[in-house]
């Protein structure tokens, strides 16, 4: 027969604000935090820049560093106004501090990634108890997701923080006046705009409106200090967009609002669409193995909501941002990111009823589900790490062997245990499993492969071959912004058949990367010299595919020079037929 979870203690079900002191309380904070960073910064310092985000914000960093100059951002000295400029000056201070590499660029997301463990942890105890408090922090400590968006050098992880500290704030406030929580909220929505414009505003609105209209008390308008907090608000977040405004013009709004903003509301950017229902189906994938337990997590919450106005509250934050999402074109499961934590909350307090009763997960309403996804995706992740390994270089077989090992074993342990009401175990299986998996992905499969990655290697052969030469590189086809990060300089780039052709004009040779097929249609077509200096050979890595990359010496040939730009034949280039041939 199905149940609902039994309620927790009143303090545990309504929220405690200073839940009663516990011996030994302070070790969970040092655990957790410590096994956060030690996922965090797994192999951070041996993997390279992942094309394309993170180089381009290590770039501008790079670039704004040497030019000093704080307000424009740039990349390949070409103005960069994607994103607002809190993250530059982040990365900025921990690249001062742990040097101008992979491993500092990352550190900021890495630590903004502890933070906000440490923070379900702290929320987690004064709404659900202590226990509920170490099973939150657990449980987003060893979700995929927040690992992966901990280890990238991009805007996500550190925006994850920000808003986690608002919803904090509010449900304070919900609960209590506090200065404190007051101030907090409109510093940290501040930042929020700093780090990725009105999003953050955006997401925070959806879920409090959605928690207000499912029972949630929001804070009274006096304990917000809205007059107040607003000025506040401006008074942090204005000066910087006042000065980027005058000092590009008014390029910078142009640029995020024309480009950005309104982009994302009516295409697929970038090819980044979706199809809908794509954000709660590939969040099973990327919130795994816990996403087995969000449908009866979900449900039970919803049915207790009106009892409990917590789950009214973690309800808004898990299902308002994904409503607001599901309506751009653009979709990435990055964008969901800020409200995982409220599944993991919503994941520990079934988790704790589970262990507190004993029961099996399958007497739970769509416990039967929940266990069929643990099963079905676990098996399934295994068995697709076994399929490919034939066609994998043997370094990279035995991590990938272990990490099968991992998943089955821990799959059928987290499946049995649950299935015979064995809770505690299940989710300390699952924990160590995927804390075991996602340590040896890291920090030893993917350093791996590094060998078989082009952009860093090219970058670095290029820019040996360029100093050894005194040629300028000219990058074509191949503009991946880990070549640029790491030749260490800005780059010339030629988007079309003319400009590639001034940079050769007067007999000059540059030095440029192609693929051997390009290469041929230089010869052939454009009646061009060419004469390869070296060759990299690796991977398309998320496509699978090899990749056999040429640096190479152009320059015209003047036995074949007729003083004119060769023509553009009727059928087109089947290469470069986005840059040199218009």
């Given at each position: 027969m199905e149940q609902e979870a039994r309620p927790f203690s009143n303090d545990e079900c309504q929220g405690n604000d200073r839940p009663n002191p516990r011996r030994f309380d302070w070790l969970e904070p040092v655990v957790l935090g410590l096994l956060a960073l030690v996922l965090n910064l797994a192999g951070n310092d041996r993997t390279g820049l992942w094309d394309r985000d993170e180089p381009r914000y290590a770039v501008c960093v790079r670039e704004m560093r040497s030019r000093g100059d704080w307000i424009n951002p740039?990349?390949?000295?070409?103005?960069?106004?994607?994103k607002p400029v809190l993250i530059y000056w982040l990365t900025g201070l921990s690249t001062a501090i742990a040097g101008d590499n992979p491993f500092g660029v990352r550190l900021v997301s890495s630590l903004a990634g502890a933070g906000t463990v440490l923070g379900v942890w702290w929320l987690g105890r004064r709404m659900l108890g202590p226990r509920g408090g170490w099973l939150a922090g657990l449980i987003l400590a060893t979700a995929p997701i927040a690992v992966a968006e901990a280890k990238l050098a991009t805007t996500d992880a550190t925006l994850t923080l920000?808003?986690?500290?608002?919803?904090?704030?509010?449900?304070?406030?919900?609960?209590?006046?506090?200065i404190g929580a007051a101030t907090g909220f409109w510093v940290l929505l501040s930042l929020a705009v700093l780090t990725k414009g009105p999003v953050g505003p955006a997401l925070i609105l959806a879920s409090t409106a959605?928690?207000?209209?499912?029972?949630?008390?929001?804070?009274?308008?006096?304990?917000?200090?809205?007059?107040?907090?607003?000025?506040?608000?401006?008074?942090?977040?204005?000066?910087?967009?006042?000065?980027?405004?005058?000092?590009?013009?008014?390029?910078?709004?142009?640029?995020?609002?024309?480009?950005q903003i309104l982009p994302r509301l009516a295409s697929d950017m970038e090819m980044h669409g979706g199809f809908p229902g794509y954000y709660p189906i590939v969040a099973t994938l990327v919130f795994f193995p816990w996403s087995a337990l969000v449908p009866p997590a979900l449900l039970e919450g919803w049915r207790q909501r009106e009892s409990n106005p917590n789950l009214a509250f973690l309800?808004?934050?898990?299902?308002?941002?994904?409503?607001?999402?599901?309506?751009?074109?653009?979709?990435?499961?990055?964008?969901?990111?800020?409200?995982?934590?409220?599944?993991?909350?919503?994941?520990?307090?079934?988790?704790?009823?589970?262990?507190?009763?004993?029961?099996?997960?399958?007497?739970?309403?769509?416990?039967?589900?929940?266990?069929?996804?643990?099963?079905?995706?676990?098996?399934?992740?295994?068995?697709?790490?076994?399929?490919?390994?034939?066609?994998?270089?043997w370094g990279l077989r035995w991590p990938m062997i272990v990490i099968a090992c991992l998943?089955?074993?821990?799959?059928?342990?987290?499946?049995?245990?649950?299935?015979?009401?064995?809770?505690?175990?299940?989710?300390?299986?699952?924990?160590?499993?995927?804390?075991?998996?996602?340590?040896?992905?890291?920090?030893?499969?993917?350093?791996?492969?590094?060998?078989?990655?082009?952009?860093?290697?090219?970058?670095?052969?290029?820019?040996?071959?360029?100093?050894?030469?005194?040629?300028?590189?000219?990058?074509?086809?191949?503009q991946e912004p880990g070549v640029i990060y790491a030749l260490g300089h800005p780059v010339a780039l030629a988007h079309d058949r003319?400009?590639?052709?001034?940079?050769?004009?007067?007999?000059?040779?540059?030095?440029?990367?192609?693929?051997?097929?390009?290469?041929?249609?230089?010869?052939?077509?454009?009646?061009?010299?060419?004469?390869?200096?070296?060759?990299?050979?690796?991977?398309?890595?998320?496509?699978?595919?090899?990749?056999?990359?040429q640096i190479a010496v152009v320059r015209q040939d003047p036995s074949r020079?007729?003083?004119?730009?060769?023509?553009?034949?009727?059928?087109?280039?089947?290469?470069?037929?986005?840059?040199?041939?218009?």
């Open positions: 740039t990349f390949n000295g070409v103005p960069r106004y994607h920000w808003l986690f500290g608002c919803q904090a704030c509010l449900w304070t406030l919900s609960r209590r006046p506090s959605m928690a207000w209209w499912w029972g949630w008390p929001v804070p009274p308008r006096e304990r917000l200090h809205g007059t107040w907090g607003l000025v506040g608000f401006l008074a942090l977040t204005a000066p910087w967009y006042v000065a980027v405004s005058i000092t590009s013009h008014g390029e910078f709004l142009r640029f995020a609002v024309g480009k309800l808004g934050w898990a299902i308002g941002p994904l409503l607001v999402l599901e309506c751009f074109q653009t979709k990435l499961i990055h964008y969901y990111l800020p409200a995982f934590p409220a599944l993991a909350l919503l994941v520990a307090r079934l988790a704790g009823a589970l262990e507190t009763e004993g029961t099996p997960l399958r007497q739970r309403r769509l416990g039967r589900l929940g266990l069929a996804l643990l099963a079905g995706i676990g098996l399934a992740l295994a068995a697709g790490l076994m399929v490919p390994l034939p066609m994998v270089p998943l089955v074993a821990g799959t059928l342990t987290g499946f049995f245990s649950f299935h015979r009401g064995r809770a505690r175990r299940a989710i300390g299986s699952l924990a160590v499993t995927w804390a075991l998996v996602l340590w040896v992905l890291c920090g030893w499969l993917i350093p791996l492969a590094e060998p078989y990655r082009t952009a860093r290697i090219v970058g670095e052969r290029l820019a040996a071959h360029s100093a050894a030469m005194g040629l300028e590189p000219v990058l074509l086809e191949y003319d400009s590639f052709f001034a940079h050769l004009a007067n007999g000059r040779s540059v030095l440029t990367v192609a693929l051997p097929s390009e290469i041929q249609v230089m010869r052939s077509h454009f009646k061009l010299e060419v004469t390869p200096v070296d060759q990299v050979e690796g991977l398309v890595l998320n496509r699978g595919k090899p990749q056999v990359l020079w007729s003083g004119e730009l060769p023509p553009v034949p009727a059928d087109g280039v089947p290469m470069l037929k986005q840059t040199l041939v218009k």
